[in-house]
Every structure is written in structure tokens, then in C-alpha cells.
């Protein structure tokens, strides 16, 4: 089955600092890969995610990056504030077939004022 | 409001004690999701369905039951809870299996 391995664990950055978190994948047919926010107390929620077709994405201060080739998958936020604070999920998943998408096992940022 | 609705939020029980926390989303999803949440383990998922009346198993579903009389219910049962099955519990909607998923705000389980 697919395996998915997330970096770092915890990013401790300074306010207006870039972050980067980073996800390989194992199974080359796994062609949908979402970004999920989780603040505390609540539930996962989407941030951006990407297709297998595309190489890039961008929405404001977050973008994310997919080299097929390597299989592996980048979320990048720029000028990050104290806000963006909350634990980070990258996921993966395949259209048709079975429905269980992979989780990351999630990075924890931290944003210092 | 398109959402998706866990209770209850926070439950103490015993082992053993018959327990079912009920999920609801007004979305007309078709994919249902159960996953729980453990400290350096992520997301994992416990049982996930299609449509009415299919279901199938995630990665943990030992222990656990499922069913989907509806599409907008995925009631998740414990019929013997076990220590083991405190976690936090998740419950999640979507269009499709590569589609994003919405996710309710999450179930505490204590099972003592």
C-alpha cells in the first residue's frame, strides 16, 4: 500500500520567515495530493492540494510544489505569521480503486512573533 | 452552512460499555471517512464508504463497526470499547475519493 513519509516533525520559525514542509510517496499511481491545516481543537482543513498533472500551485502566501518523478511533494508559506501556527498534514491519494487516502503523520509550525 | 457534524464532542466510559458516535454532513457527499488521531501517528483510517449501504475497511478497523442507511449518517460503533480506543476521533465528508475532504471538529474518546 502507499506509505507516506512527512518532514519535518516540528518548525519553529520567526514571523515573516518562509516555512517548508516536505512529503515523499511511495505508489506511483497516487495522482491527488491535499494540504490540511489543523488548528487546535478543530478538524482538518484544506488548504490547497495538487493534481498529478500539474507542478505547481499557488494561493496567496501558500504554494505547493509535486516532482512525480522523485515522488515527493512540498508545501512552501512565505511571510508566515503568528496565525499560520497549527499542525500541517500532507495526504495521498488515488482516484478509483480503493478510497484510503494516506496521511502524512503531520508537522507541528510554529510561528514566533 | 455546508458542514459536518460529530457527537458527542468529549466522552468518558468504561471498557466494555457499548458506545456510537454519530456523524452527519449536509453536503450530498457520496464518501463517508472515519479516521482517529494518536500523538506521532497522524491520521489513520478506520472504515470509509461509497455510498448507502457500502462500506469497507481503512487501515485500523479492528474493533469497530460502520454502517451508511443514509447518505448523510456514518454512525462509527464500539460494541467493546478497550483502553486501546482512546483516541480522537474524526469524521469525514466528500465528493469523491480524490476530492477534498471536510472534516467534522472531532470526538474525544477516555475508555477507562
Known amino acids: 500500500g502507499e506509505n507516506v513519509e512527512q518532514h519535518p516533525s516540528t518548525l519553529s520559525v520567526q514571523e515573516g520567515d518562509s516555512a517548508v514542509i516536505k512529503c515523499t510517496y511511495s505508489?506511483?499511481?497516487?495522482?491527488?495530493f491535499p494540504w490540511y491545516k489543523q488548528e487546535l481543537g478543530k478538524g482538518p482543513q484544506l488548504i490547497i492540494d495538487i493534481r498529478s498533472n500539474v507542478g505547481e500551485k499557488k494561493d496567496q502566501r501558500i504554494a505547493v510544489t509535486l516532482n512525480k518523478t522523485a515522488k515527493h511533494f512540498s508545501l512552501h508559506i512565505t511571510e508566515t505569521q503568528p496565525e499560520d501556527s497549527a499542525v500541517y498534514f500532507c495526504a495521498a491519494s488515488k482516484a478509483g480503486g480503493s478510497y484510503i487516502p494516506t496521511f502524512g503523520r503531520g508537522t507541528s509550525l510554529i510561528v514566533h512573533p | 452552512e455546508a458542514q459536518v457534524t460529530q457527537n458527542p464532542r468529549y466522552l468518558i466510559t468504561v471498557t466494555g460499555k457499548k458506545l456510537t458516535v454519530t456523524c452527519s454532513q449536509n453536503?450530498?457527499?457520496?464518501?463517508m471517512s472515519w479516521y482517529r488521531q494518536d500523538p506521532g501517528l497522524g491520521l489513520r483510517q478506520i472504515y470509509y464508504?461509497?455510498?448507502?449501504?457500502?462500506?469497507d475497511k481503512g487501515d485500523v478497523p479492528e474493533g469497530y463497526k460502520v454502517s451508511r442507511k443514509e447518505k448523510r449518517n456514518f454512525p462509527l460503533i464500539l460494541e467493546s470499547p478497550s483502553p486501546n480506543q482512546t483516541s480522537l476521533y474524526f469524521c469525514a465528508s466528500s465528493l469523491s475519493g480524490s476530492q477534498p475532504q471536510h472534516f467534522g471538529d472531532g470526538t474525544r474518546l477516555s475508555i477507562l
Open positions: 453536503m450530498n457527499h457520496e464518501y
Open positions: 505508489d506511483s499511481a497516487s495522482n491527488y
Open positions: 464508504s461509497m455510498n448507502v449501504e457500502v462500506t
